[in-house]
C-alpha cells in the first residue's frame, strides 16, 4: 500500500491538468448540467408524431440531438413505447444482423487505492480478500477460459493500485495472449482482449495500444458532478471527475480508437446518466469522427460491505431499465450495447430483443475462480454478487433458441476495421457483410471444439440458415467462404475475412 505523501506524488505524476485542460471550451467540459436539467424539462409531455419522426431518424442509423434523446426519455404510453422498443430491433438488425458477440469478464486483481461507496473492491473494504494475479496463475485462468470454456475475447478488469500499474497490464495482457491449449477439435486461445481499467495518462495508453487491445473501457460511473463527488471521496484519484471524463480523449490521443463509454445506474437519475452518455458519445464524434464502440449501463448490484447501495434513492426499476436500454438504442443506433452477467438470466433474454449487441457468460468475478471455481461464490473476493451464472454453453443455446447466432469474431480489430473505418461500415451497413462471414466460421469452430449435444443441434439450425443466406446475398465470395468453411471443418482454425 502506498503511504498518503507516496499518494500524493504518484497523483501528480500520473494525472496531468494539461491532458484535461487542452480539451476544455471557455474551461468547460462537455456535460452541461443545467442544459440538460432544462432538456429534461421541456420535453416532458412528447407529441407522438414527433416520438414517430425520432424513430425514423434512429432507423436511418442517425445519431439523436439531445432534444429527441429528452424526448424518448417520457415516453409513457404504452402504443408508443412499444413502437420504441420494435423499431430498436430493428435498429439492431440493421447494424448487426442476429449476431450477439460473447466475451468473460477476468478480474486480474482487487486492490484498490480508490474508496467508491458502491464497490466491494473499495479500500476502506476491510473485509476484502486481496489477490493480485501473478503471471503462472494467469495463464492457468487463461487455459481454463480459451481451452475448456471456448472463450475467445475477454475484458481484463483491474482495481487502481500500484501492483496493478501499466507494467503490469502490459505483461499480464501479453500472457493472455501467449496461452494455447489443446481443444477438442483444435487449439483454443484469446484473440481479444479488452480492458477495463482505471483512467490513464497518454503516456501510459501508448504502452496499452502497443500490445494490442481491443476496447477500451472506462464508465464514468455518474455524469453528475456532485453525486460523482459524493461517491468518490475526496482525496483519491477516482474523485478527480474530469481526468475521468477525458480520458477517451487521451485514448484517441494514444492510438486506441475503440473506446467503450459507460454510466452505473442507481447512482444518480436515470434519465440524466442517458443524456450524460448521448453527450459523451457527441463530444467524440465531434472532436474525433468516431463515437463509442461500445455503451455500458450496469446497474447497481448488491457488494461486500457497500452499504451505500442500499440507500441510494436512485436504484432503477425493471421497467425503467429496458426503457433505458431503449433510449440507447435508438439514440446512439451504431453502437456497440454490452449487458452483464449481473443481471439475472430473464433481464438478459429481454435485453436481446430490445437491441443489446453484446454479453458475457460462464462469468466469474473473483480472483482466480476460472481455475478454481470452489472460491467463485466467496463474497470476500469479488466486487458484487452476479445475477446469471449460467454456463457459455446454455447462454448459446438459447441465443440460438431465440434465432441468434453467438459470433466469436475477432478479426475487427485484427484487420484495421476500427474507429473511424468501423463506424463508417456500420452506418452504412457494411461491416455486416465481414461479420456474418466471420460470425459463421468462428460459430462453427466453437460447436466443433465445445458444444454440448443439445447446444450442437440448435446451432447447426442457425448455421444452415445463415450460410444460405450468404449463398443468396454475396455469390462473389461465397465459393472463397465455402472453401473456409470445410477447411474449418476439418480443424484448421482462425481463419476470417
Ligand atoms: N477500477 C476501475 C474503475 O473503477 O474504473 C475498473 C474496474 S471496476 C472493477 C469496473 C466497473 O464496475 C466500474 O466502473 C463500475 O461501474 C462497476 N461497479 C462497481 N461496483 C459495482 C456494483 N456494486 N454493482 C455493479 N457494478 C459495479
Ligand atoms: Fe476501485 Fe474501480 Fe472499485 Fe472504485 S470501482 S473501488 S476504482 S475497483
Redesign the pocket.
Known amino acids: 500500500m502506498l503511504t498518503e505523501p507516496d499518494q500524493r506524488n504518484d497523483f501528480q505524476s500520473r494525472i496531468r491538468e494539461e491532458e484535461i485542460e487542452k480539451y476544455l471550451v471557455d474551461g468547460k467540459d462537455f456535460i452541461p448540467e443545467g442544459e440538460i436539467e432544462e432538456k429534461l424539462a421541456t420535453h416532458r409531455h412528447p407529441d407522438s408524431q414527433h416520438v414517430r419522426d425520432i424513430l425514423a431518424k434512429s432507423l436511418s442509423i442517425k445519431t439523436l440531438d439531445p432534444d429527441e434523446t429528452a424526448t424518448l426519455l417520457h415516453v409513457s404510453d404504452p402504443e408508443l413505447l412499444t413502437e420504441m422498443q420494435e423499431t430498436a430491433l430493428k435498429v439492431k438488425k440493421k447494424v448487426y444482423d442476429n449476431r450477439i458477440v460473447t466475451f468473460a469478464p477476468l ?1 486480474l486483481g482487487n486492490y ?1 487505492v ?1 474508496n ?1 461507496l ?4 473499495r479500500r476502506d473494504n476491510r473485509g476484502a480478500k486481496r489477490h493480485v494475479l501473478s503471471l503462472d496463475e494467469i495463464r492457468e485462468e487463461v487455459r481454463t477460459l480459451a481451452g475448456e470454456i471456448g472463450h475467445k475475447r475477454l475484458i481484463v ?4 493500485h500500484p501492483l496493478t500499474n501499466i507494467d503490469y497490464m502490459t505483461k499480464s495482457i501479453r500472457t493472455i495472449y501467449e496461452v494455447r491449449e489443446k481443444t477438442r477439435g483444435g487449439v483454443g486461445c484469446i484473440r481479444r482482449v479488452n480492458v ?4 490513464l495518462n497518454v503516456d501510459e495508453l501508448k504502452r496499452l495500444a502497443a500490445v494490442g487491445i481491443g476496447t477500451y473501457q ?2 464514468q ?1 455518474t455524469y453528475h458532478k456532485k453525486t460523482y463527488d459524493y461517491v468518490h471521496p475526496q482525496g483519491t484519484y ?1 474523485n478527480h471527475y474530469r481526468w475521468r471524463l477525458y480520458c477517451m480523449h487521451r485514448a484517441q490521443e494514444a492510438g486506441i480508437d475503440d473506446v467503450g463509454i ?1 454510466a ?1 445506474f442507481g447512482l444518480y437519475d436515470w434519465r440524466f446518466e442517458v443524456m450524460g452518455l448521448l453527450y459523451h458519445a457527441w463530444e467524440l464524434e465531434n472532436r474525433f469522427g468516431i463515437g463509442p464502440h461500445t455503451v455500458s449501463f ?6 461486500f460491505h ?1 452499504p451505500y ?1 442500499q440507500d441510494s434513492p436512485y436504484r432503477v426499476s425493471d421497467e425503467d431499465f429496458k426503457k433505458l436500454m431503449v433510449v440507447i438504442r435508438l439514440s446512439i443506433p451504431y453502437t456497440g450495447m454490452i449487458i452483464t452477467a ?1 443481471e439475472n438470466a430473464a433481464m438478459r433474454r429481454e435485453a436481446i430483443s430490445l437491441g443489446i449487441t453484446q454479453t458475457d457468460a460462464s462469468s466469474r468475478i473473483g480472483i482466480g475462480s476460472y481455475s478454481h471455481p470452489e472460491s467463485a461464490q466467496q463474497e470476500d473476493n469479488q ?2 454478487i452476479l445475477g446469471d451464472t449460467r454456463s457459455l454453453d446454455e447462454v448459446i443455446r438459447e441465443y440460438a433458441q431465440m434465432g441468434y447466432i453467438s459470433s466469436f469474431c475477432t478479426a475487427g480489430y485484427r484487420c484495421g476495421r476500427t474507429g473511424k473505418c468501423i463506424m463508417d461500415l456500420l452506418r452504412s451497413g457494411q461491416e455486416g457483410k465481414f461479420c456474418k462471414l466471420n460470425a459463421v466460421l468462428t460459430f462453427r469452430e466453437w460447436l466443433d471444439d465445445f458444444a454440448g449435444e443439445e447446444t450442437k443441434l440448435a446451432g447447426e439450425k442457425i448455421l444452415c440458415g445463415e450460410i444460405e443466406e450468404i449463398r443468396r446475398q454475396m455469390p462473389k465470395v461465397f465459393p472463397r467462404f465455402e472453401e473456409y468453411y470445410e477447411r474449418v471443418r476439418k480443424g484448421e482454425r482462425d481463419l476470417y475475412f
Request: charged content about 20%.
Open positions: 478480474y484498490c480508490n467508491c458502491y464497490c466491494g473492491f478488469v483491474y482495481g487502481e477495463n481499467a482505471p483512467p472506462v464508465f460511473e477516482k459507460g452505473l450496469p446497474r447497481l448490484e448488491p457488494a457497500a447501495i449481473r466486487q458484487f
